[in-house]
């Protein structure tokens, strides 16, 4: 159920909202990384390669099948983690969007 919450949350503010935002600012870009990039150098995101990393970990976990207990184990505790960065980045994010 974690898991499943972080990679749509992570998917909603990347696809949907990050589109949006760069929209209402007459900023266009058509490549994933340069919305990242564009955002990076609009204060709407600190490093874009932080959002890249979130958006490989929800490849990971909605891809990955593994057999290996350790290693979900291991998955489930970085989702903790990333899961309560991105939750953050989004109230952060919110107040930004209301001053457009």
């Known amino acids: 159920m974690m898991t499943t ?13 990050f589109s949006i935002i760069l929209n209402l600012l007459e900023e266009g870009a058509v490549a994933f990384i340069d919305k990242l990039n564009k955002l990076e150098k609009l204060g ?29 184990c291991s998955h489930l505790s970085v989702v903790i983690i990333k899961a309560a960065e991105l939750i953050e980045f989004w109230q952060k994010l919110k107040t930004k969007i209301a001053r457009l």
């Open 44 to 72: 709407y995101i600190d490093d874009a390669n932080w959002w890249i990393e979130l958006r490989e970990i929800r490849n990971k976990i909605a891809h990955d099948y593994p057999e290996d207990h350790d290693l979900i």
């Open 5 to 17: 919450r972080f990679g749509k949350l992570q998917y909603i503010i990347g696809y949907k909202i």
